[in-house]
Each structure stands twice: as C-alpha cells, then as structure tokens.
C-alpha cells in the first residue's frame, strides 16, 4: 500500500505499517466527517492504537448518542467515495498556531504551546479538513476500504480529571472487508458474552445513577455468587493458616501519608472528608491497616509467618471513561492478604502463595494465563519510593524465587507497585485483552514506614518482610470473567439457582411442591415456577435466561410413576430418575465443586 510522509514524499509501506496508517487515516476521515455535521466541533488527539482508532472531540452542550454513529459512519463513507487526496504542508509555529485559532482549534493551539522550539509542526489536509499531525497517512481516501465506528465514551483532556470531558468517538478498521466481518463476527461473540448484558438478562447487579457511577449493587442471585466465592477462597486460605480480619472502609490521611499512598496514589483516591479534627478517606487498598495490626502487639520469630486476610471493601477514583460493569468500578472487594514474614521464609512463601494461585485456577478450567514479574523504572522519581537499594533487593529476591519454584516468567519495567516488585498473573479471556487477575508482591518498604519489628532467635529486633498477595484479585472481577468465559452458564456449585421445577399444569402443582420442599431443605439452591405459562416457555427461560443448570419437568405421567424428568441446561438432554437419584447426583456435583452439569 502507498502511503506519504509528512515531507510529502510517497512510499511503499511495509505490512506491518499498513493497518496503523489506516486507521490513523480513518481518524482524520472521521474528523473530517464530524466537523461537516457538526461545524462548532473541536477537535483534541485522534491516534489509532491496537484496536482501531479514536478522536476525541468537543462538541460543546452537544450530547452525543450511540444512535448518532451511523450518519457520522455515513458521512466518512462519503468522503471515502469522493477520493480526496492527502497533502501535507509544514508551517513556521506562529503561522501554525494563526492557522488553528482561526479554525477555532483551541486543543490544537494547546498542543502547539507544547511542543519543543524548533520541532517541526506539520498538518495533513484531505478536502476542506486539516489537522496538525507527523503522518503518515494513505494517499487518497478511496484507500479506506473497511472501517467502522464502534462506541461513545468520555475522556478527559490531556487525560486529567480537572480539564473539560470530551467525546471520544471510537471506530476500527481494516484492510480487507473479510478482516473487519470477522472482527464483527468476534465482537457479536463478544458481546454475547458481555458480563454487563449477562448480569442484566440473569438479574445478578444494576447500576444506578443516583446512588452513583462505578457503584454497582448486588442483586439476590448475583449476591449468591458472589459470597460462593467468597466462601470458596476463604475457604482454601483456612486450611493454609491465614487468620481472617474485618477492618474499616475508611483511614485516616495520616495513616496513608505514612504508608506513602498519599504521595503515590492519592489520585486514584476518593477526596478526604473532615470530622472533627480529622480528615478521613475511603481506602484504595488494605496493606495500611493490616500493618497496623501487624504493629498492635510484639512478634518473635517462632510466630511468623503470620498470614492476615480479609475480604475487603476498597474505593478507588477510577475515570468514568474507565468503569465497566463489576469489572471496573469504584466500589470493589478484594481477595487480599498480607504475610509478614523472616527473609528466609520468602521462598516458601511464595511458593505457596503461586501454588494457591494455580490450585484456584485447576478448579475454575483456567488454563490460558502468563506470569509477568513487573519491576519498577528507575527512571520514574515519581511514581515510586526512592530507595535503590531497597529495591534491588526485593527485584533480585522475588526474581530469584521465582526461577527457584519454577515459574515461567517474563519481565516488565514500570509495572510494579510503588513500594515494592511483584508477580502478576494475567488471564486471555475469550472476550478481549489481558486482565490481571492474581497478584504477590515483595515488600521491604511499608515495613520499614510502620516501624514493624520481631525479635530473632538471638533477641535482637529485625524488620520483617511483607507479602502482599490476591489470588481471585477482586470477587467483582474475577465474577465478572468467569460470567464472560461460561457466558453465564456457570457450573452447579456456583449457579444461584440450581435446579428449577417446572410443573407442565395445576394438575402436578402438589407432587411439584413436594419436590421443591425436598431440595430445598437439603440445602440446595431451587425455584419452582408455577406461573400458568406454557411448560415449552417455561423450559426455555430457565435454559436460555436465567441458565438453571437442572430443569425438573413434571408432568402427570411423573406423579404416577413417582419420577421426574431431569433437563440439562447445557446438554438440552432429557432423563428420567427417580428423585433419591436426582437427589445423589446434584449434590455429588456441588460438593465436588464439579464444572459439568
């Protein structure tokens, strides 16, 4: 594909160049597009990136709307067919902020004051639209032979929450025509398995805007789930000696400027809230408290390890741009730990910590995961604690226990806490890209922040390392994948209704209830629909709605024959059992934890 630079000269562009030079030229299309229906329109950046593209815009009191995407869509088709070509000219600075402000391009003026004197600022001009960009770019719009606009969101300009919310108007594109219908193909798939339109069809958590964004509320069923899990993991950590805690929601400032949060993270933070004396906040995260309680008693070295856990609830100021569902939100629970333990127990820590994480993953099928060992850049004076010697030891040590235990990993800059490296375990899901699921990181620094201290076998007072580790990360996420790689079919254990008994008239309403009452006192989740709907309604519902692993039918040849008929959910499969049968086999599956139906 020919494509020209931002000197005006025309290349031959290699394959791997090709599909980002179109979609930064779709970016321009669409802007070009934008600005011919809605002429007040300013324009801020429009990049391509790995999925596809996006222009973030200001269209002033104008609310954009989803249904708005397609005469926007049309129009660039439009400019596509007129096969204007690209030209590119460069202009002195004065000259190029002259040329902005007169196209009423605040953003771009900005941009300019930005820049380094002496770069060259160059524009690309398609028609009557010209944007200030390095290229570069397809020759004629013609070139432009699959594309589409995908979604609106909001992002703050420059990316910081004090400036003005933007439109960000969002496409893809391709090639081929073939390439973007089978990116439609995988997006449908995608969607079908969206854990928002899941929760919404199974009833498991809503959102409301008065109660606020990023602030789901857990329904019955969904709630059901979500203390199964619960269960589930403090369950395992039980049997492995961690002793479960229950701390507050908020802290005070005071405690996060100790631990550094307040220096580190205090932008991700909710804002802090006077009583009193005081000033409080709600809490990003656990680690603060927890060494507090480290800290509220003297330890010898024959305690420790000491593993503290807790299901906590954490907030966090996530971007609105951000939020998705219960996967992202502002309100979270997460599957938290802190190990305090001697340097020589690091090894065996962590091997246990990652042997948990792996047994965990062994019960829910999850087999498509990497390990990544994110380090800090010692570039970044901000973002992380200085102390270079601190960190060499915690990389080396956790780099060394990793390849000691045997973990395949590999290794990036800049990902790691502030305080300290750590392991993260990314999960593919189905849907789309890498979500970090489990965590454990080695922590030298918040030890040493709170004072905390054992006595060694000689007396003498030593600093104990830290282990900060999740194994489900937060229970809305990890919820949240699982609803997406199962597309809420979820195995009997966890679904919040088990088994459904569907009486086929009034006439079994007796022997159905009967049923019902036995699988309920036996602990098991069931429902019993005797709405008077046809029983093919009813049995399609349960399957495809609210995705009942066990739909009991119970018609009068049942009654007679003191029998049901047992419908699997995944299977659509039909069997007839006496109920002590149906009895053995649904409990065998929830005790076992079984992930067939």
């Given at each position: 594909?020919?494509?020209?630079?931002?000197?005006?000269?025309?290349?031959?562009?290699?394959?791997?160049?090709?599909?980002?030079?179109?979609?930064?030229?779709?970016?321009?299309?669409?802007?070009?597009?934008?600005?011919?229906?809605?002429?007040?329109?300013?324009?801020?950046?429009?990049?391509?990136?790995?999925?596809?593209?996006?222009?973030?815009?200001?269209?002033?009191?104008?609310?954009?709307?989803?249904?708005?995407?397609?005469?926007?869509?049309?129009?660039?088709?439009?400019?596509?067919?007129?096969?204007?070509?690209?030209?590119?000219?460069?202009?002195?600075?004065?000259?190029?902020?002259?040329?902005?402000?007169?196209?009423?391009?605040?953003?771009?003026?900005?941009?300019?004051?930005?820049?380094?004197?002496?770069?060259?600022?160059?524009?690309?001009?398609?028609?009557?639209?010209?944007?200030?960009?390095?290229?570069?770019?397809?020759t004629y719009t013609k070139a432009l032979k699959a594309f589409k606009l995908l979604s609106i969101s909001g992002a703050?300009?420059?990316?910081?929450?004090?400036?003005?919310?933007?439109?960000?108007?969002?496409?893809?594109?391709?090639?081929?025509?073939?390439?973007?219908?089978?990116?439609?193909?995988?997006?449908?798939?995608?969607?079908?398995?969206?854990?928002?339109?899941?929760?919404?069809?199974?009833?498991?958590?809503?959102?409301?805007?008065?109660?606020?964004?990023?602030?789901?509320?857990?329904?019955?069923?969904?709630?059901?789930?979500?203390?199964?899990?619960?269960?589930?993991?403090?369950?395992?950590?039980?049997?492995?000696?961690?002793?479960?805690?229950?701390?507050?929601?908020?802290?005070?400032?005071?405690?996060?400027?100790?631990?550094?949060?307040?220096?580190?993270?205090?932008?991700?933070?909710?804002?802090?809230?006077?009583?009193?004396?005081?000033?409080?906040?709600?809490r990003p995260m656990n680690c603060p408290h927890h060494m507090r309680i480290y800290a509220s008693k003297r330890h010898?070295?024959?305690?420790?390890?000491?593993?503290?856990?807790?299901?906590?609830?954490?907030?966090?100021?996530?971007?609105?741009?951000?939020?998705?569902?219960?996967?992202?939100?502002?309100?979270?629970?997460?599957?938290?730990?802190?190990?305090?333990?001697?340097?020589?127990?690091?090894?065996?820590?962590?091997?246990?910590?990652?042997?948990?994480?792996?047994?965990?993953?062994?019960?829910?099928?999850?087999?498509?995961?990497?390990?990544?060992?994110?380090?800090?850049?010692?570039?970044?004076?901000?973002?992380?604690?200085?102390?270079?010697?601190?960190?060499?030891?915690?990389?080396?040590?956790?780099?060394?226990?990793?390849?000691?235990?045997?973990?395949?990993?590999?290794?990036?800059?800049?990902?790691?806490?502030?305080?300290?490296?750590?392991?993260?375990?990314?999960?593919?899901?189905?849907?789309?890209?890498?979500?970090?699921?489990?965590?454990?990181?080695?922590?030298?620094?918040?030890?040493?922040?709170?004072?905390?201290?054992?006595?060694?076998?000689?007396?003498?007072?030593?600093?104990?390392?830290?282990?900060?580790?999740?194994?489900?990360?937060?229970?809305?996420?990890?919820?949240?994948?699982?609803?997406?790689?199962?597309?809420?079919?979820?195995?009997?254990?966890?679904?919040?209704?088990?088994?459904?008994?569907?009486?086929?008239?009034?006439?079994?309403?007796?022997?159905?209830?009967?049923?019902?009452?036995?699988?309920?006192?036996?602990?098991?989740?069931?429902?019993?629909?005797?709405?008077?709907?046809?029983?093919?309604?009813?049995?399609?519902?349960?399957?495809?709605?609210?995705?009942?692993?066990?739909?009991?039918?119970?018609?009068?040849?049942?009654?007679?024959?003191?029998?049901?008929?047992?419908?699997?959910?995944?299977?659509?499969?039909?069997?007839?059992?006496?109920?002590?049968?149906?009895?053995k086999l649904i409990l065998e599956k929830i005790e076992n934890k079984s992930r067939e139906v």
């Amino acid at each position: 594909m020919k494509a020209l630079d931002n000197k005006g000269q025309v290349f031959e562009c290699e394959k791997d160049e090709e599909l980002h030079i179109l979609r930064h030229s779709a970016a321009h299309i669409l802007a070009q597009a934008v600005k011919r229906l809605y002429p007040e329109a300013k324009f801020a950046f429009g990049p391509a990136n790995e999925k596809g593209f996006y222009y973030d815009v200001d269209l002033g009191e104008k609310k954009l709307t989803e249904e708005e995407l397609a005469p926007i869509e049309e129009e660039m088709r439009k400019i596509v067919k007129e096969n204007l070509p690209f030209k590119t000219f460069e202009l002195p600075r004065d000259e190029a902020v002259k040329l902005m402000e007169e196209r009423n391009e605040t953003y771009k003026v900005e941009h300019i004051s930005d820049l380094p004197e002496g770069d060259r600022i160059t524009f690309f001009q398609q028609g009557e639209y010209i944007d200030m960009c390095v290229g570069p770019h397809i020759t004629y719009t013609k070139a432009l032979k699959a594309f589409k606009l995908l979604s609106i969101s909001g992002a703050y300009w420059r990316a910081d929450q004090n400036n003005k919310m933007l439109t960000r108007i969002n496409g893809t594109a391709f090639a081929t025509k073939e390439e973007l219908a089978e990116f439609e193909r995988q997006r449908e798939e995608a969607l079908k398995r969206d854990h928002r339109r899941i929760g919404r069809d199974m009833e498991l958590f809503l959102s409301d805007e008065l109660v606020g964004k990023g602030l789901p509320m857990y329904l019955p069923d969904g709630y059901t789930i979500w203390t199964e899990l619960e269960d589930y993991i403090r369950t395992k950590e039980r049997r492995l000696g961690y002793l479960h805690v229950m701390t507050p929601c908020v802290g005070t400032v005071q405690l996060y400027k100790t631990s550094g949060h307040w220096d580190h993270y205090k932008d991700n933070m909710f804002p802090p809230m006077q009583v009193e004396d005081e000033e409080f906040v709600l809490r990003p995260m656990n680690c603060p408290h927890h060494m507090r309680i480290y800290a509220s008693k003297r330890h010898s070295y024959r305690e420790l390890p000491i593993r503290i856990a807790e299901i906590a609830h954490d907030f966090r100021f996530e971007s609105s741009g951000t939020l998705k569902g219960i996967e992202r939100g502002r309100h979270f629970c997460q599957n938290d730990s802190h190990i305090f333990c001697t340097p020589e127990q690091i090894k065996a820590e962590v091997k246990g910590v990652c042997d948990l994480i792996f047994d965990t993953y062994k019960d829910f099928g999850i087999t498509d995961y990497r390990c990544v060992l994110s380090l800090r850049d010692p570039k970044d004076t901000v973002k992380y604690h200085q102390d270079d010697e601190m960190w060499n030891t915690a990389e080396n040590a956790l780099r060394e226990v990793l390849k000691e235990i045997g973990i395949h990993f590999t290794e990036e800059i800049g990902e790691a806490a502030f305080y300290g490296p750590k392991l993260d375990v990314n999960v593919k899901p189905v849907t789309g890209n890498e979500i970090t699921l489990s965590t454990c990181q080695l922590d030298f620094c918040l030890p040493m922040k709170f004072d905390l201290t054992y006595t060694d076998a000689n007396d003498q007072r030593k600093t104990p390392v830290v282990i900060h580790r999740a194994i489900l990360g937060s229970l809305d996420r990890f919820m949240a994948y699982i609803l997406e790689e199962t597309k809420g079919h979820l195995p009997v254990w966890l679904a919040p209704t088990q088994a459904i008994v569907l009486p086929v008239s009034e006439k079994t309403f007796e022997y159905s209830g009967k049923i019902y009452e036995k699988l309920k006192d036996k602990g098991i989740r069931v429902r019993l629909d005797d709405r008077s709907e046809k029983i093919g309604y009813k049995i399609r519902e349960a399957q495809a709605v609210l995705r009942t692993p066990y739909m009991l039918v119970i018609g009068q040849k049942e009654e007679e024959e003191n029998v049901i008929t047992v419908r699997s959910r995944d299977t659509g499969e039909s069997s007839t059992m006496t109920y002590e049968e149906f009895e053995k086999l649904i409990l065998e599956k929830i005790e076992n934890k079984s992930r067939e139906v």
